[in-house]
């Protein structure tokens, strides 16, 4: 299983000409890239220290970076703080726990922007990358899908939502961002081919 140590010193390699973030109270990002493995993030403890290198590299520091994913020990709402939260630009994405579980939430393609600020790829885009790793139910407790508690790669699922709040048809589970469909396998390639590109939420939670 990839360790923090690993995760970290990859993502920083990567990021190591990262752009500076928009805004210094960035406190909610998605993952410009996935580390490599698909599923296999190192368990939580990996992803969320691969949140901080990116926050990091985008000049964000001095913030405990917690990744919104679920566990069969940990559900994503109760490990990300109390809120409020925004992106690299300063716009508020909610509140709150509730509200960012409820309909007032501002998650779209227009403000669920990377680590530098950058809108990422939704549906009719060229990749589509709009599913979002998350192992969740639409209240942010687990769903059975987590890729092993994200320290699988290969066989298995996660479930994913989508950060542009579209999909095939109008149904909520279609606009869900946390809580949309199973992904067709835990390895990268699969995770392509349902939509997304083993990206995730990172929440700052102080």
Request: aromatic share 8%.
């Amino acid at each position: 299983m990839r360790t923090t140590a690993f995760l970290a010193a990859s993502a920083a390699g990567f990021f190591a000409f990262g752009a500076e973030a928009q805004d210094e109270t960035m406190s909610f990002f998605v993952t410009s890239v996935n580390p490599g493995s698909g599923g296999d993030l190192g368990g939580l403890e990996g992803a969320d220290a691969y949140c901080d290198t990116l926050a990091t590299a985008a000049g964000i520091q001095g913030k405990t970076w917690r990744a919104y994913l679920s566990t069969a020990s940990e559900s994503a709402r109760d490990r990300i703080g109390a809120g409020p939260w925004v992106n690299a630009k300063g716009v508020t994405i909610a509140e709150d726990v509730a509200s960012l579980h409820g309909a007032g939430n501002n998650i779209s393609k227009d403000t669920a922007l990377d680590e530098s600020g950058n809108v990422v790829n939704g549906r009719g885009d060229s990749p589509n990358r709009h599913d979002m790793l998350t192992g969740s139910l639409p209240d942010g407790t687990v769903a059975e899908q987590t890729c092993n508690d994200w320290t699988n790669g290969g066989e298995g699922s996660a479930m994913v939502g989508h950060h542009d709040r579209r999909g095939l048809d109008d149904s909520d589970a279609a606009k869900s961002w946390n809580s949309s469909h199973p992904s067709r396998g835990c390895g990268l390639e699969a995770l392509r081919g349902t939509g997304g590109d083993g990206l995730f939420y990172c929440f700052a939670a102080d």
